[in-house]
């Protein structure tokens, strides 16, 4: 039986065998609060795929050019050990709606990917004015554990499905540096990975984040997609690093990418930080 709600998914597995193999195989390992936020995550790409008038047959063809173009990436990384930045390949044409419709369906069927939205889902945040860099589909701020209301949200470009979607949400179309105002909590779900130089990102988030602030972030480890300008080579780099902007680690999961065909060691790292001292 179809799973309310889910009905774009559903459909996209029964055209992609494999996928849905995948996804019954996670389905498998699900407990059952597990399964309340699978069915909400699945719930979540069905309103946005209607919402933008794409139906299942759309959606699962947005799903196979982006899972290609990253099969490709892998097998490239493989043989040369280089990302795509670095091999400087044609520029991949893809639209918003293609990469955020597979986004939200890895969460579906990608263990890994489903263990960091449990994980966002998880994190206890208390603190009263919070801000999470980059929107996308608006799919984090559905499992974001705050009050909205106390919610900011900033990116480049902002898609009229998040907005109509959380609407208790002050939303900033704008560059995450010309953000001014202070933060009890910064969020930045698989965000690092898309800038060329990180670093200056986290010197950022720390000038603009209050003494004990929270700062909930991933990063990206050995993995080769195309849109990826920066890999972190090791945790132990990265931690040094915070500590020069006075963070230190309250909680981190490795959470490995598990691959049938390919081993290239990727992971994604989930942390949560604390700043310990003021400006």
Do not use: W
Not at 8 to 25: N, P, S
Not at 40 to 56: E, K, S, T, V
Not at 234 to 256: A, R, V
């Amino acid at each position: 039986m179809m799973d309310y709600g889910m009905e774009i998914f559903e459909e996209i597995c029964r055209i992609d065998k494999i996928l849905g193999l995948q996804a019954r195989l996670l389905k498998k390992k699900l407990d059952q609060t597990d399964k309340v936020l699978y069915a909400r995550a699945g719930a979540y790409l069905n309103d946005y795929c209607q919402y933008h008038g794409i139906d299942a047959s759309g959606a699962g063809d947005s799903v196979a050019k982006f899972n290609a173009k990253y099969i490709e990436d892998v097998k490239n990384f493989i043989e040369t050990r280089k990302y795509p930045v670095d091999l400087k390949d044609e520029v991949y044409s893809i639209s918003r709606n293609e990469y955020d419709i597979f986004l939200m369906s890895s969460f579906l069927f990608t263990e890994h990917r489903f263990s960091l939205l449990k994980e966002l889902s998880a994190a206890e945040i208390i603190n009263e004015k919070i801000l999470n860099i980059g929107v996308g589909s608006g799919i984090e701020l559905e499992f974001i554990k705050t009050d909205k209301s106390g919610l900011d949200a900033c990116d480049l470009s902002i898609d009229d499905y998040p907005r109509e979607r959380h609407k208790d949400v002050c939303f900033h179309e704008k560059d995450f540096n010309l953000i001014t105002q202070r933060y009890d909590a910064i969020i930045a779900i698989e965000v690092l990975e898309h800038f060329p130089r990180p670093l200056d990102v986290i010197s950022r988030v720390a000038s603009v984040l209050d003494k004990n602030g929270m700062f909930i972030l991933t990063i990206a480890r050995n993995v080769p997609q195309f849109d990826h300008l920066y890999n972190f080579d090791s945790d132990d780099f990265f931690e040094k690093e915070i500590e020069k902007n006075s963070l230190k680690i309250e909680y981190k999961k490795t959470i490995p990418h598990k691959y049938n065909l390919f081993k290239i060691d990727a992971a994604t790292v989930f942390y949560i930080l604390k700043k310990t001292s003021g400006d």
